[in-house]
């Protein structure tokens, strides 16, 4: 009886018992790094939008309060997108030539929606509420990023679970005071520092570290 | 016979590639349902093929009154009194009442108005028309009510802040106009005797007062 197997063979399973191991971490790390990375999280991937609407010049530049556009953020659990009325409070009297802004002007003339593209989205099964982060001295770049320096708006988080949790099992790392929530340039203090201010402000403001699933899922 | 034997192997490697690909690939897409993600219901501002218009948010009925937005009391939600604009408050005025209507002109009336209501904001230098100063004799004698007035219809090319705005933090920031008003035209008589020699002193001791302001 001839041998079943070649010679050559040999070297495939010498190779394949070290090879499993690496093929195993390498598809591990693979996968990983995908599901990190900018093509799968959206993360910091500026989206095309209907007009090229800038926060860096609005909110960076002009200065205007992040509330004067998404009014319902202290209230309700959507921060709001701004009618087109508010764009036209200024643009009805400034840029009014401008070719950029048509898409603004014929929504409001023909009572249309202007056909915004979300940046931050989170699966229907997640019930995030704005008000009571803001509330609680969470700054709207804690999770949004530099906003005031995007020209066109990008996700700053992956906003994964694991994302959400970072924050909600040590709060005292990222909470600031209540008055510099909506500073669009808030510097937090050194890591110390921040741990003592944080630890304070959480007994102040009461927060509850909640981690448990209904917390967010319902 | 060897060459056979190559062959059956790669056969046999071919099909366990094989069939360890499509069950990954079955297991894998199983994973991949998103009907929890994607949930038959409407998120706020959600477009939808279902109504002409595109928006899955509908007008309510003319004429529609919510629970509790029956708007009977004439001061409160039109700012007049008999026809008239009505020169008191509906609601008696507290310090907390200033201090948000602070906070709500520093967010929705800067931008044109400026701090301090000048009329010199940051729209107004980018060439929005400028506003009357709030300081001119004019303005100061208006009653409060023609300011929620403006505030809740629109004035000239100011649109108006009723949708933006609620109710009740209109008339707070019509009594801070009131307040930057009596700032902007107050004279040493109106320092308490006790704040009255904090002027006098050094500019050290005010940087540090203005410093205590900004961070408030």
Same mark, same amino acid.
């Given at each position: ?218 | ?100 209507? /602070? ?10 108005? !400026?701090?301090?209501? @000048?009329? &010199?904001?940051?729209?107004? +230098? ?51 106009? /009131? ?10 008589? !109106?320092?308490?005797? @006790?704040? &009255?020699?904090?002027?006098? +002193? ?15």
């Amino acid at each position: 009886m001839s041998q079943i197997f070649h010679r050559s063979t040999n070297l495939v399973s010498r190779v394949s018992i070290y090879g499993a191991v690496l093929i195993i971490g390498a598809l591990g790390y693979a996968l990983y790094a995908i599901a990190m990375s900018p093509w799968y999280t959206d993360q910091n991937v500026k989206r095309q939008q209907p007009v090229p609407f800038s926060h860096r010049h609005h909110a960076g530049e002009l200065g205007i309060d992040c509330r004067y556009c998404h009014t319902s953020v202290e209230k309700s659990s959507f921060a709001g997108v701004p009618p087109t009325q508010t764009c036209m409070t200024c643009h009805s009297q400034i840029w009014t030539n401008s070719s950029m802004l048509e898409p603004v002007r014929a929504s409001y003339r023909d009572d249309t929606s202007l056909p915004w593209v979300r940046v931050n989205a989170l699966p229907d099964f997640v019930y995030f509420d704005h008000s009571i982060h803001v509330s609680k001295g969470v700054g709207c770049t804690t999770c949004h990023g530099q906003v005031a320096e995007m020209a066109l708006t990008e996700r700053a988080g992956t906003l994964y679970m694991s994302w959400c949790l970072n924050c909600h099992r040590q709060p005292e790392k990222f909470v600031r005071d209540k008055s510099e929530v909506f500073n669009p340039y808030y510097e937090s203090p050194s890591a110390a520092k921040q741990l003592e201010l944080g630890r304070k402000l959480v007994k102040e403001y009461k927060i509850q570290s909640y981690q448990h699933c209904s917390t967010c899922h319902r | 016979m060897k060459l056979k034997i190559d062959l059956n192997l790669g056969g046999f490697v071919r099909r366990g590639l094989g069939v360890a690909c499509l069950s990954a690939l079955a297991m894998l897409s199983a994973g991949c349902r998103l009907d929890m993600h994607l949930q038959p219901k409407y998120l706020p501002y959600e477009s939808t093929d279902f109504f002409a218009d595109g928006r899955s948010e509908r007008q309510p009925v003319p004429g529609t009154v919510a629970r509790g937005q029956l708007r009977v009391d004439e001061l409160m939600f039109t700012g007049r009194e008999n026809g008239v604009a009505a020169s008191t408050f509906p609601f008696p005025i507290t310090r907390a009442d200033l201090e948000r209507g /602070r906070e709500r002109y520093n967010i929705y009336c800067t931008p044109c108005h !400026d701090y301090t209501g @000048s009329g &010199r904001g940051m729209i107004v +230098q980018r060439g929005f028309p400028q506003p009357p100063s709030y300081h001119i004799q004019r303005l100061r004698d208006a009653p409060v009510g023609h300011f929620f007035e403006v505030m809740t219809n629109g004035f000239g090319a100011m649109y108006s802040y009723a949708a933006r705005i609620d109710t009740a933090d209109r008339w707070r920031i019509a009594a801070y106009i /009131r307040v930057l008003q009596l700032s902007e035209n107050a004279t040493i008589q !109106d320092v308490p005797d @006790s704040e &009255r020699q904090k002027l006098s +002193q050094p500019v050290a001791s005010q940087s540090a007062g203005k410093q205590a302001r900004e961070s408030q």
